[in-house]
């Protein structure tokens, strides 16, 4: 098996690249999906969150209201990091049962927007940091996610800079390129993990 990090900054595009890469017979493990599924009503986790935050938090119909949890703590680094140690060891157990469902010769690719900050690269055999500049990250929160400018430059501020990304890639995919180009890159990323898959058998 091989253990692959994927990460980049909001708006960068992981999702596409990791899309593509299932595509191509990733076995993706999606720590965003898994941080939504582990705050979900009835667990453990919501009640932790609430626990911290108070009941403001959420919904007339009691689900998490992520937008208001987003605006209070994209606005405190503090509140961020208490929201962090409760998801975070959640989102790791759930992350490795998964992962060890997947076979000996599988490569197994962890979508993790927050790699670089946690200091996971250690985890990884191999860490992908999809590359785009600020400008093109703050264009596609607002045009695409219907951000303002402010709360998207608060949450980009709020993640690791696109040096220190870069500082921990193995491998970079530039994402300020048309989807064609885009694939290509993928391609010969996916070639190379192969590559490397069949090595650890």
């Known amino acids: 098996m091989l ?42 986790g919501l009640a932790a969150v609430v626990d911290a935050f108070g009941r403001e938090v959420l919904t007339p119909e009691g689900t998490l209201d992520r937008p208001r949890l987003g605006s209070i703590v994209f606005a405190d680094s503090d509140k961020l990091a208490a929201l962090n140690r409760i998801v975070h060891p959640l989102v790791g157990t759930r992350s490795a049962e998964l992962e060890a469902m997947a076979g000996p010769g599988s490569v197994v690719v962890h979508d993790v927007p927050l790699l670089t900050e946690n200091g996971l690269a250690p985890l990884y055999d191999l860490v992908i940091v ?7 990250q703050l264009e596609r929160l607002t045009r ?27 491998v970079v995919i530039d994402n300020d390129v048309p989807l064609e180009r885009l694939t290509e890159q993928v391609d010969a990323v996916w070639a190379d993990l192969e590559r490397r898959a069949r090595a650890t058998r």
């Open 144 to 170: 695409t996610r219907g951000m303002t400018e402010e709360d998207a430059r608060a949450r980009m501020a709020a993640q690791a800079t696109r040096e220190k990304r870069r500082e921990i890639a193995d």
């Open 130 to 136: 999809v590359d785009t500049s600020p400008e093109t």
């Open 3 to 44: 253990k692959v990090g994927l990460t980049g900054g909001i708006g960068a595009g992981k999702s596409e690249v990791s899309r593509l890469l299932v595509e191509r017979g990733a076995v993706l493990v999606d720590a965003d999906r898994i941080a939504r599924e582990v705050v979900e009503p009835g667990t453990p």
